[in-house]
T-cell receptor, first 116, second 115 residues
Framework: DAGVIQSPRHEVTEMGQEVTLRCKPI?????LFWYRQTMMRGLELLIYFNNNVPIDDSGMPEDRFSAKMPNASFSTLKIQPSEPRDSAVYFC??????????????FGSGTRLTVV | AQTVTQSQPEMSVQEAETVTLSCTYDTSESDYYLFWYKQPPSRQMILVIRQEAYKQQNATENRFSVNFQKAAKSFSLKISDSQLGDAAMYFCAYLETYNTDKLIFGTGTRLQVFP
């Protein structure tokens, strides 16, 4: 398996522009997570899906952020309009429960977003 | 709400020596998982070791082992025979077993390894 695949790896955009981050989870994993990492706030969970359904979006900072999971193999995180304070590394992770003692939680390589 | 605390922002160790990173957590649950993740400069989050709360035996993965003290809600990571490649940020994380799939992270410890 290729692991969790995120694109792009780096994104530089101007303030006010729309940004879309993409994630392909590991095949067979039924939960998908979006995290944001900054120096000030560390790793924050933004939203997670279970079986393509959003379960908890309490970490989404504001209405400018939205996430979708149209099918089991693809998810997007969109920021519109983007602001400089959105600059961070955004991680996608996927997981599955396959019985006690065999719980997998795998991260993608992250997207470094810079908003100028 | 569950919280994870890493009280050591930075640690350093000499190559081939042993270092212990501390982690404490707060929960009212009795069944959960605990993890240590490593984040090198490449920023990839790499799972180092996993512990299930119902298991009394401390988890071990090669040079990495944990000291899990359930009553004290403590979960420290010991790295033996430290190598230059161990230099990274280390994050402790907590996961409830049944009610949620949310992984809760500590603030991390930056480990430096000196030759």
């Amino acid at each position: 398996d290729a692991g969790v695949i995120q694109s792009p790896r780096h994104e530089v955009t101007e303030m006010g522009q729309e940004v879309t981050l993409r994630c392909k989870p590991i095949s067979g994993h039924n939960s998908l997570f979006w995290y944001r990492q900054t120096m000030m706030r560390g790793l924050e969970l933004l939203i997670y899906f279970n079986n393509n359904v959003p379960i908890d979006d309490s970490g989404m900072p504001e209405d400018r952020f939205s996430a979708k999971m149209p099918n089991a193999s693809f998810s997007t995180l969109k920021i519109q309009p983007s602001e400089p304070r959105d600059s961070a590394v955004y991680f996608c992770a996927s997981s599955t429960r396959t019985g006690r003692g065999n719980y997998g939680y795998t991260f993608g390589s992250g997207t470094r977003l810079t908003v100028v | 709400a569950q919280t994870v605390t890493q009280s050591q922002p930075e640690m350093s160790v000499q190559e081939a020596e042993t270092v212990t990173l501390s982690c404490t957590y707060d929960t009212s649950e009795s069944d959960y998982y605990l993890f240590w993740y490593k984040q090198p400069p490449s920023r990839q989050m790499i799972l180092v070791i996993r512990q299930e709360a119902y298991k009394q035996q401390n988890a071990t993965e090669n040079r990495f082992s944990v000291n899990f003290q359930k009553a004290a809600k403590s979960f420290s990571l010991k790295i033996s025979d430290s190598q230059l490649g161990d230099a990274a940020m280390y994050f402790c994380a907590y996961l409830e077993t049944y009610n949620t799939d949310k992984l809760i992270f500590g603030t991390g410890t930056r480990l430096q390894v000196f030759p």
